[in-house]
């Protein structure tokens, strides 16, 4: 498919026609055909409040905070401080693999919640998180420290969880932080990682600056991997055989020694820029670590990133960042012989949140599959000022895509897959387009590194080629046959 930039903007016009005058007005300034000599004030509006009574895919920074960042430090208790509710979401929501063993020394998979009930909303939850504490403390004597991770009453009733936190932590001499990220706040999760990174900073980095660490001149720390289906294994595994040493992975399968230990490495890799430029800048600037993003889906983004990450070293580590290249090409090239063949030109739409809407176009292009539209749930202008160059002219690119917007622009470019989370997931496969939940991969995985991408290519095309999707009829269209056959 090879659309006009007047086309997409033709079929963004018609999409919005359907709005009031006041939303459509506001809804155009989210969309746009893409332009590669556009600068990035001339893209999309981005990191805006979604308009009232129109739906959202977004979370909270709740979800932003417990759920992205803080909540895959597998040795802290991430206490959900608040109604049940939220913890559960946050806790059963992603795949965040680690090692160890769950409930002595590592906890990723467990829910802990204060359990709010009216009575903690009339009188204060203060007392109750106190004795959580403690009581965590008895249960689990192994785990490295705490986080309060506060949810939407905390905010509105007015919790002090600093002092609890500050009391609490003298009395068992383990790290206990306080983290603000109470719903409400901010436009989306995108605020959510923001006041996480701000808390790692405060009580984590900045309270062990005295800490002794061995070092040595090829440390880095992966920063925001969130090891989703075992990604970051995949990404270290890359890093370690071209000589280079992880010291920490933030903060999938990672623990709250190794964060405490970042300040000394010599470069922070950052995947997900989104949820972790703020803590790599604050690095930048008060130690003096230079950090650079990398992306590893796909052979060719693979060995882009490989040779930018070497380049930063001396030629020892090029040389062998060169072995490991010329290694695995002869694992991936069949990969493409095999699967390219079935995917070429097929076409792609995704809507993501964090890095994915851009970082996984390339793994697509490897396949000979074309993006024909893409966008973020919570993304902000520089999100897509890096999006501009990695798809074509005239991409349809849209920003916190309403769930009406983004079925009639499916409608109309008639991709062959879609790639977006577990919202948009069943009523495409309903509408009988194949979809992939590119979230937290649809249970599968890893898709990271080279021999993520094998893995990749098998779950596009085992999806795309099923052959169930000719089989199913919309339930909606089948209703509106059967009426024709009715009154026929």
């Known amino acids: 498919m090879s659309m006009k930039k007047e086309d997409t903007r033709a079929l963004i016009d018609e999409v919005l026609e359907v709005y009031p005058e006041k939303a459509k007005k506001d809804r155009l300034k989210h969309l746009t055909a893409n332009d590669a000599e556009a600068s990035s004030n001339k893209c999309v509006t981005a990191n805006r409040k979604s308009l009232p009574g129109v739906m959202t895919a977004r979370g909270c920074a709740y979800a932003g905070s417990k759920g992205v960042v803080w909540g895959p430090i597998k040795d802290m208790i991430h206490i959900s401080h608040g109604p049940v509710g939220c913890g559960q979401y946050s806790r059963a929501g992603r795949r965040n693999y680690y090692t160890g063993f769950t409930g002595v020394n590592s906890f990723g998979t467990m829910n802990f919640t204060s359990d709010f009930q009216e009575r903690d909303i009339v009188f204060g939850g203060d007392k109750k998180l106190s004795?959580?504490?403690?009581?965590?403390?008895?249960?689990?004597?192994?785990?490295?420290?705490?986080?309060?991770?506060?949810?939407?009453?905390?905010?509105?009733?007015?919790?002090?969880?600093?002092?609890?936190?500050?009391?609490?932590?003298?009395?068992?001499?383990?790290?206990?932080?306080?983290?603000?990220?109470?719903?409400?706040?901010?436009?989306?999760?995108?605020?959510?990682?923001?006041?996480?990174?701000?808390?790692?900073?405060?009580?984590?980095?900045?309270?062990?600056?005295?800490?002794?660490?061995?070092?040595?001149?090829?440390?880095?720390?992966?920063?925001?991997?969130?090891?989703?289906?075992?990604?970051?294994?995949?990404?270290?595994?890359?890093?370690?055989?071209?000589?280079?040493?992880?010291?920490?992975?933030?903060?999938?399968?990672?623990?709250?020694?190794?964060?405490?230990?970042?300040?000394?490495?010599?470069?922070?890799?950052?995947?997900?820029?989104?949820?972790?430029?703020?803590?790599?800048?604050?690095?930048?600037?008060?130690?003096?670590?230079?950090?650079?993003?990398?992306?590893?889906?796909?052979?060719?983004?693979c060995e882009e990133s490989l040779r930018k990450i070497a380049a930063f070293f001396d030629e020892s580590i090029q040389a062998k960042a060169e072995e490991v290249i010329a290694k695995y090409k002869a694992q991936w090239e069949p990969i493409i012989a095999k699967y390219r063949p079935r995917l070429e030109g097929k076409k792609v739409m995704l809507y993501v949140g964090g890095l994915r809407p851009r970082?996984?176009?390339?793994?697509?292009?490897?396949?000979?599959?074309?993006?024909?539209?893409?966008?973020?749930?919570?993304?902000?202008?520089?999100?897509?000022?890096?999006?501009?160059?990695?798809?074509?002219?005239?991409?349809?690119?849209?920003?916190?895509?309403?769930?009406?917007?983004?079925?009639?622009?499916?409608?109309?470019?008639?991709?062959?897959?879609?790639?977006?989370?577990?919202?948009?997931?069943?009523?495409?496969?309903?509408?009988?387009?194949?979809?992939?939940?590119?979230?937290?991969?649809?249970?599968?995985?890893?898709?990271?590194?080279?021999?993520?991408?094998?893995?990749?290519?098998?779950?596009?095309?085992?999806?795309?080629?099923?052959?169930?999707?000719?089989?199913?009829?919309?339930?909606?269209k089948a209703e509106a046959e059967e009426k024709l056959v009715v009154n026929g």
């Open 131 to 301: 004795t959580i504490v403690d009581e965590i403390e008895t249960l689990f004597p192994l785990s490295k420290g705490i986080s309060i991770q506060s949810e939407c009453p905390v905010g509105l009733i007015g919790d002090d969880i600093e002092a609890v936190a500050k009391v609490k932590g003298k009395e068992i001499g383990k790290t206990i932080v306080p983290v603000r990220c109470e719903g409400f706040r901010g436009v989306s999760q995108s605020l959510g990682h923001h006041i996480a990174n701000d808390t790692l900073r405060d009580h984590v980095l900045d309270k062990v600056e005295d800490k002794e660490f061995e070092t040595t001149p090829y440390d880095v720390a992966i920063i925001g991997d969130y090891n989703i289906g075992g990604d970051a294994w995949s990404s270290r595994i890359l890093l370690e055989e071209m000589g280079l040493r992880v010291v920490s992975q933030w903060s999938g399968d990672g623990t709250l020694p190794e964060i405490e230990n970042t300040p000394k490495v010599k470069l922070n890799l950052v995947h997900c820029y989104r949820s972790m430029n703020y803590i790599c800048r604050h690095m930048e600037e008060k130690y003096d670590i230079p950090w650079m993003e990398y992306n590893l889906f796909g052979p060719t983004k």
């Open 359 to 476: 970082h996984v176009i390339g793994a697509y292009e490897d396949l000979g599959m074309e993006i024909v539209g893409t966008g973020y749930e919570f993304g902000h202008n520089d999100d897509y000022t890096k999006t501009i160059p990695e798809v074509k002219d005239a991409t349809l690119i849209y920003d916190d895509v309403t769930g009406y917007e983004l079925e009639k622009f499916a409608e109309q470019l008639k991709p062959d897959l879609i790639g977006a989370g577990v919202k948009e997931k069943y009523i495409f496969q309903k509408m009988g387009i194949p979809f992939r939940q590119m979230h937290s991969w649809d249970y599968s995985g890893p898709y990271h590194g080279f021999d993520g991408f094998a893995i990749f290519a098998r779950d596009m095309d085992m999806t795309l080629n099923n052959p169930c999707w000719s089989k199913l009829t919309a339930p909606w």
